[in-house]
């Protein structure tokens, strides 16, 4: 709906106008002078919403209407002007320069008056949405902490899920998960939810451009955390493009602090796509010369693609002195410190099947330490503002 203030103090104009306006829109008319006023005496005289068209009568001086049309358009650039007056190339040039957008022939039939009315609806509408999404752009980000692993198996949705937990311990309804393993995800069942929607659900529709739908499509969790599970069936992975996903975790990151992402084994065009958003890498590994180096080889490629988060974590998972590596041989070979170590423990499986993450119950154990240091490691690093340069994105097979 858009409403229309019109200047006319013509009754019959005043009737052809709203005669000609489709449904759904409104307008007020102002009938006494306008001409020497300013924008904030014209607009403060408006009774409801925000306006969106302004229309100046045929039935005062033109000079005076070019006036207060300069000024308005100086003072409210979202707000569209529209004269109507008999055309001339003479006015048409004198009307544009006042930041008219707009001349309609006050004699034109009422088809033709419509059309001219709803062009002008179309356009306030274009420019109330451009300048909000310029304003949401300058608008501090949350933290996109993408957790991976370019091997499977190593316990990344278990990091993710608790790392999300954790999180929304330290800001309340601050923190969401996004499981981008869009075709075997178990974020939902890491953390004992049945989500009435999914991913799938997000990033179509209206979803994709107002944060209001798409807040409805995630599942709350007890901890006060939110969660975006995968779909539900296997095959609409394929209707998902890394473009939607980069959308919905830039969309993510204006509205929560902390955007945790338990992406696909591998570097895939989505992990790609949501790794030029990361502000953080937590990277999952297993204590076996398999998962090291797939690790390894992971890090080489996004250092090629300057991919590298600016902040990155290695997470030493299923440590065990028995293995024949220690940690200075994983460090080693990667290339980066290992800051987080979780050791065996049989109450990570028992977790995993209750579906509650082990910092959610509280159970003292040695991983529920490390895991509760990566949280505090991530939540001391601060809100970054602004988006990071877009990079090349290259599938890596």
Known sequence: MSRFLALTTSPGFEQ?????????????????????????DVLSRNLGGPIDVVIFGPDVSVEDWFALASAIDAENPEIVLVLAAAPSSELTLSAVRSGIRDI??????????????????????????????????????????????PKGGVGKTTVSTNLAVGLARTVPMGAVIVDLDLQFGDVGSGLGLEPAHTITDAVRGSAASDSM??????????????????????????????????????????????????TSPG??????????????????????IPSIRGLNHGLEVLRQLDL?????TVVLNFADKRSGLTVKDVEATVGLPVEVVLPHSRAVPFSTN????????????????????????????????????????????
């Open 267 to 288: 570097l895939g065009d989505v992990v790609l796509a949501v790794l030029e958003l990361a502000t953080d890498a937590v990277w999952v590994c297993g204590m076996d």
């Open 104 to 149: 309609i022939d006050p004699g034109a039939d009422a088809h033709d008056l419509t059309q001219a009315l709803e062009r002008a609806a179309n356009t306030a509408a274009s420019r109330r949405q451009a300048s909000v999404a310029g304003a949401r752009e300058e608008q501090p980000r949350g933290r996109v902490v993408s957790v991976m692993s």
């Open 213 to 262: 739908v798409l807040k409805a499509f995630l599942a709350p969790h007890p901890s006060g955390a939110y969660a975006l599970c995968a779909p539900l069936r296997p095959a609409e992975a394929d209707l998902i493009e890394p473009a939607h996903v980069a959308a919905l975790v830039h969309q993510l990151s204006l509205e929560f602090p902390y955007v945790v992402l338990d």
């Open 308 to 312: 590298m988060p600016p902040s990155s």
């Open 16 to 40: 052809r106008l709203v005669l000609s306006l489709a449904a759904g829109h409104e307008v007020q008319v102002l009938s006494g002078p306008a001409g020497h006023q300013s924008p904030a």
């Open 354 to 397: 209750a579906g509650v993450p082990m910092l959610q119950s509280g159970r003292r154990d040695p991983v529920a330490k490390g895991l509760g240091a990566l949280v505090a490691k991530i939540a001391a690093g601060g809100t970054v503002v602004g988006a990071r340069n877009s990079r090349r994105r290259v599938a890596v097979s």
